[in-house]
């Protein structure tokens, strides 16, 4: 990671725990900040952020803060001796570090001549620390772990779900000296818990022909781990895919950027039961990266901003861990181990299941032009700014298997501005991209559903099974949908069935006012539909003592053909109106509905609590 990407990414999430600065509401003095960055050359971008950019502290505007910063010419030596010469300074202070990835050894050579008094003051603040050594050689706060705190917490994760390996094998690159300190931290944390360590293997990026037959001729074991510690996966581990030995193996631990996660590699993930998480590698900023269009689209609606840069980064970091779904090392049955609530200037921070932080509150704001205006050239920005992109057509930031979806499936479904929906959008299941509607293969889910009120509970489809209509006298194939009771919600089951021309799903039953009957309603579309498509339909009813069958008229209107709703592509947004035989509207929903989901979201316009 560059020293310009890592000190863009620190804006963004300054972090500093009580015992530096006081932590009440009264007036604090003047806290320089410094850093080291490239102000002009070639990344002189970086300028333009820092010309525009505001700093305070979130929930603390009384905390003055005072920023100082050295252009380093993207010189990573000129920037590790500025960073030095930062620590040098006697007041207490907050100093953004150089990448442990690509200068640590320099910034620690040149700390040796600090003085004890001098390191007594001194608050090195860190994202990531790539390199250990950065741990023991300075003071350092750091938003994430310190590296061999990491490592054993992963240990510390695979020794509660089975027993302690006869063996644990790692595989490294070469020529990269971070890589070297981890895999010596992870021999250390083994060796002291009496984990032999078996083969130990340095191979180049692009991987050696040696390193499968050295697995071939290895005495590995099923119940052995595996370490991968490597920026990517080297191309040559796809040879391996064919080695019963290695394919036998379901202890896999990466540790590398995210596009080298096992949640990318199939095959690897399948085979996985440990997933580690590092430091992603984005690339927010890079002009070829169309998700940034997505990415930047999906935020604004969620927080009704567009994001700066800096909270662009770390936003996009904890989706893409939570889309990866990793098994967080730090995380037991009995709870989160090693991640109490942590006082800062930004307020207490707290952790989520998956050990990251719920809170994201930057101290930095760009305060100029959006993030896409300043790292999209012209033309990218307009393919941004199309309809069709602004849709979320061509999302790539949550790709992963854990989310369940065959993404270029559903992305086939979409033309233009048409989309073909199909029955799975409404029962959850996979789909195989056939424009087939039927309900043939379908199985039991259950899925979490949010009313008007933002309750959120479970419900579950059966089906399809056949179910014989006593008012038109037909055997239906039908789902059946489940909906429990709530505080404002009575407990519900309801039949669905296609219609006969196929436009939709509808009831046929709903046990609803006394139970009632109902044919060929559609409330959810399927086929081929539009942006903006309006269609208007007519089904029957039969409500208890009912010998004729009333009329009612239904509109279905497609709000939202294809976008990103809380992180899942390609999900579809309605509005849905019912009439009855009175012309009366007795319904006004909306509804939104994601792949492998089903319906995640109801609106209900006219009744909120319904």
Same mark, same amino acid.
């Given at each position: 990671?560059?020293?310009?990407?890592?000190?863009?990414?620190?804006?963004?999430?300054?972090?500093?725990?009580?015992?530096?600065?006081?932590?009440?509401?009264?007036?604090?003095?003047?806290?320089?900040?410094?850093?080291?960055?490239?102000?002009?050359?070639?990344?002189?971008?970086?300028?333009?952020?820092?010309?525009?950019?505001?700093?305070?502290?979130?929930?603390?505007?009384?905390?003055?803060?005072?920023?100082?910063?050295?252009?380093?010419?993207?010189?990573?030596?000129?920037?590790?001796?500025?960073?030095?010469?930062?620590?040098?300074?006697?007041?207490?202070?907050?100093?953004?570090?150089?990448?442990?990835?690509?200068?640590?050894?320099?910034?620690?050579?040149?700390?040796?001549?600090?003085?004890?008094?001098?390191?007594?003051?001194?608050?090195?603040?860190?994202?990531?620390?790539?390199?250990?050594?950065?741990?023991?050689?300075?003071?350092?706060?750091?938003?994430?772990?310190?590296?061999?705190?990491?490592?054993?917490?992963?240990?510390?994760?695979?020794?509660?779900?089975?027993?302690?390996?006869?063996?644990? &094998?790692?595989?490294?690159? @070469?020529?990269?000296?971070?890589?070297?300190?981890?895999?010596?931290?992870?021999?250390?944390?083994?060796?002291?818990?009496?984990?032999?360590?078996?083969?130990?293997?340095?191979?180049?990026?692009?991987?050696?022909?040696?390193?499968?037959?050295?697995?071939?001729?290895?005495?590995?074991?099923?119940?052995?781990?595996?370490?991968?510690?490597?920026?990517?996966?080297?191309?040559?581990?796809?040879?391996?895919?064919?080695?019963?030995?290695?394919?036998?193996?379901?202890?896999?631990?990466?540790?590398?950027?995210?596009?080298?996660?096992?949640?990318?590699?199939?095959?690897?993930?399948?085979?996985?039961?440990?997933?580690?998480?590092? &430091?992603?590698?984005?690339?927010?900023?890079?002009?070829?990266?169309?998700?940034?269009?997505?990415?930047?689209?999906?935020?604004?609606?969620?927080?009704?901003?567009?994001?700066?840069? &800096?909270?662009?980064?770390?936003?996009?970091?904890?989706?893409?861990?939570?889309?990866?779904?990793?098994?967080?090392?730090?995380?037991?049955?009995?709870?989160?181990?090693?991640?109490?609530?942590?006082?800062?200037?930004?307020?207490?921070?707290?952790?989520?299941?998956?050990?990251?932080?719920?809170?994201?509150?930057?101290?930095?704001?760009?305060?100029?032009?959006?993030?896409?205006?300043?790292?999209?050239?012209?033309?990218?920005?307009?393919?941004?700014?199309?309809?069709?992109?602004?849709?979320?057509?061509?999302?790539?930031?949550?790709?992963?298997?854990?989310?369940?979806?065959?993404?270029?499936?559903?992305?086939?479904?979409?033309?233009?501005?048409?989309?073909?929906?199909?029955?799975?959008?409404?029962?959850?299941?996979?789909?195989?991209?056939?424009?087939?509607?039927?309900?043939?293969?379908?199985?039991?889910?259950?899925?979490?559903?949010?009313?008007?009120?933002?309750?959120?509970?479970?419900?579950?489809?059966? *089906?399809?099974?056949?179910?014989?209509?006593?008012?038109?006298?037909?055997?239906?194939?039908?789902?059946?949908?489940?909906?429990?009771? @709530?505080?404002?919600?009575?407990?519900?089951?309801?039949?669905?069935?296609?219609?006969?021309?196929?436009?939709?799903? *509808?009831?046929?039953?709903?046990?609803?006012?006394?139970?009632?009957?109902?044919?060929?309603?559609?409330?959810?579309?399927?086929?081929?539909?539009?942006?903006?498509?309006?269609?208007?339909?007519? &089904?029957?009813?039969?409500?208890? *003592?009912?010998?004729?069958?009333?009329?009612?008229?239904?509109?279905?209107?497609?709000?939202?053909?294809?976008?990103?709703?809380?992180?899942?592509?390609?999900?579809?947004?309605?509005?849905?109106?019912?009439?009855?035989?009175?012309?009366?509207?007795?319904?006004?929903?909306?509804?939104?509905?994601?792949?492998?989901?089903?319906?995640?979201?109801?609106?209900?316009?006219?009744?909120?609590?319904?």
């Amino acid at each position: 990671m560059s020293t310009y990407k890592l000190y863009n990414h620190l804006f963004t999430c300054l972090f500093i725990s009580c015992s530096v600065i006081s932590c009440s509401p009264s007036p604090a003095k003047l806290l320089p900040v410094y850093l080291s960055t490239p102000l002009s050359g070639p990344k002189d971008k970086g300028q333009r952020i820092f010309n525009a950019a505001q700093m305070y502290v979130a929930d603390h505007p009384e905390q003055k803060l005072e920023l100082h910063a050295a252009d380093s010419k993207s010189d990573e030596k000129l920037s590790a001796q500025q960073t030095v010469s930062f620590l040098k300074k006697k007041d207490p202070k907050l100093v953004f570090g150089p990448p442990g990835s690509s200068i640590a050894d320099e910034v620690i050579e040149l700390t040796k001549s600090l003085k004890p008094e001098e390191k007594k003051n001194l608050f090195f603040l860190n994202q990531v620390v790539a390199s250990p050594k950065m741990n023991l050689a300075l003071p350092t706060i750091n938003v994430f772990f310190q590296t061999e705190d990491y490592l054993s917490g992963v240990v510390d994760f695979l020794l509660t779900k089975g027993k302690k390996p006869r063996k644990a &094998h790692i595989i490294r690159l @070469t020529n990269v000296p971070y890589l070297d300190e981890v895999a010596e931290f992870a021999r250390k944390d083994l060796s002291a818990r009496s984990i032999a360590i078996g083969l130990d293997i340095a191979t180049p990026q692009e991987g050696t022909p040696e390193l499968a037959e050295k697995w071939k001729k290895a005495d590995i074991k099923k119940e052995d781990w595996v370490f991968l510690i490597t920026h990517n996966i080297p191309v040559t581990f796809k040879s391996l895919q064919d080695d019963k030995i290695f394919s036998a193996m379901t202890k896999i631990i990466t540790y590398g950027k995210a596009q080298s996660s096992v949640a990318n590699h199939p095959w690897l993930y399948k085979n996985s039961w440990q997933a580690m998480f590092w &430091h992603p590698d984005l690339e927010y900023k890079n002009s070829g990266a169309l998700s940034n269009c997505a990415f930047e689209t999906k935020f604004e609606k969620q927080f009704h901003y567009k994001p700066d840069f &800096h909270s662009a980064f770390m936003y996009s970091m904890f989706e893409a861990a939570a889309a990866l779904d990793f098994k967080n090392p730090f995380l037991k049955e009995e709870g989160l181990v090693g991640l109490p609530p942590i006082p800062t200037l930004t307020g207490e921070v707290q952790w989520n299941e998956k050990g990251l932080r719920l809170s994201l509150k930057p101290i930095l704001y760009y305060q100029g032009e959006s993030a896409s205006e300043i790292y999209l050239p012209p033309a990218v920005k307009k393919v941004c700014d199309s309809p069709r992109y602004l849709s979320g057509a061509k999302v790539k930031l949550w790709d992963s298997p854990s989310l369940g979806l065959n993404l270029r499936t559903w992305e086939k479904s979409i033309k233009g501005n048409s989309r073909f929906i199909p029955v799975q959008l409404w029962d959850g299941n996979d789909w195989d991209g056939s424009e087939t509607l039927s309900m043939e293969n379908s199985n039991d889910k259950s899925f979490n559903h949010t009313n008007s009120r933002g309750h959120t509970y479970s419900k579950e489809i059966l *089906g399809a099974q056949q179910w014989y209509h006593p008012k038109v006298k037909r055997s239906f194939l039908v789902y059946k949908r489940i909906s429990p009771k @709530t505080s404002k919600i009575e407990a519900k089951t309801q039949l669905f069935t296609l219609t006969d021309d196929s436009q939709g799903l *509808g009831r046929v039953f709903d046990t609803r006012e006394g139970n009632y009957y109902a044919f060929d309603e559609v409330k959810f579309p399927l086929g081929w539909w539009k942006v903006g498509e309006e269609k208007t339909f007519k &089904h029957s009813r039969w409500y208890q *003592g009912d010998v004729n069958p009333r009329e009612f008229t239904s509109k279905i209107k497609i709000l939202e053909l294809n976008f990103n709703y809380k992180g899942v592509p390609h999900s579809l947004k309605y509005d849905l109106t019912i009439y009855d035989e009175n012309h009366k509207m007795i319904t006004h929903n909306v509804y939104i509905y994601s792949p492998n989901q089903a319906n995640v979201l109801t609106l209900n316009l006219i009744n909120q609590y319904r």
